[in-house]
């Protein structure tokens, strides 16, 4: 092979290598861009960030309680929204997270009666609860009604009922025929 026939076969192999090593760089790029949008909006980086509802029942701010669940897909869905939600209203107000996969939020799950998810508990300065709205809510309507919490007025849009995903009992409700005083005896 000649030199002038080399210089063609070179020059693509360095081209070819170039866009190689360019489609790496990019596809990295792009997916390190996509993780990091997806993991700022996901439910869990939600939880990470919002306030305990210890700290938010005593601390003086209004409150906005989410139930939620991971499997849950309006929650999914209003995961990007709520997040852009909280970053422009943190200052103004708690944002509590509770899971009603998780057993220890089953006193509150019965105390305000959740049902379905998701389920926004609006509570006062006070820790009250003053309202609810129940399944996906558009952003637009939320934020009315956060408006609204943090000017003690009336919430115009609560107690309405969007989609929601029902919630799964994980507690078993046994026959009380048996009074536990008898220790096991049936109770005729």
Same mark, same amino acid.
């Given at each position: 092979?000649?030199?002038? !026939?080399?210089? $063609? ?25 996509? #993780? ?5 909006? /996901?439910?869990?980086? !939600?939880?990470?960030? /919002? ?21 849950? +897909? /309006?929650?999914?869905?209003?995961? =990007?929204?709520?997040? !852009? ?21 089953? $006193? ?19 820790? #009250? ?7 996906? #809510? $558009?952003? =637009? ?20 009922? =969007? #989609?929601?995903? !029902? ?6 409700? +046994?026959?009380?025929? +048996?009074?536990?005083?008898?220790? =096991?005896? +049936?109770?005729?």
């Amino acid at each position: 092979m000649s030199d002038k !026939q080399l210089e $063609p076969a070179v020059n693509n192999s360095v081209r070819n290598i170039i866009i190689a090593i360019a489609a790496i760089v990019l596809s990295a790029a792009l997916f390190l861009g996509l #993780q990091t949008e997806a993991s700022d909006s /996901s439910l869990e980086s !939600q939880v990470q960030k /919002s306030t305990a509802l210890s700290v938010a029942l005593n601390n003086g701010k209004p409150t906005l309680t989410e139930f939620y669940a991971d499997w849950c +897909t /309006s929650c999914q869905a209003m995961a =990007g929204d709520l997040a !852009q939600i909280k970053a422009s209203y943190d200052d103004r107000l708690n944002f509590v997270m509770l899971n009603v996969d998780n057993t220890k939020w089953l $006193p509150e799950m019965l105390r305000y009666r959740v049902d379905g998810i998701p389920h926004f508990l609006f509570m006062n300065e006070q820790g #009250q609860a003053i309202a609810e709205a129940i399944g996906e #809510q $558009p952003r =637009g309507i939320l934020e009315a009604d956060l408006d609204a919490l943090i000017a003690n007025n009336p919430i115009p849009y609560a107690n309405n009922r =969007g #989609q929601i995903s !029902q919630v799964e009992a994980k507690v078993t409700v +046994t026959d009380n025929t +048996t009074d536990t005083r008898s220790h =096991g005896a +049936t109770v005729q």
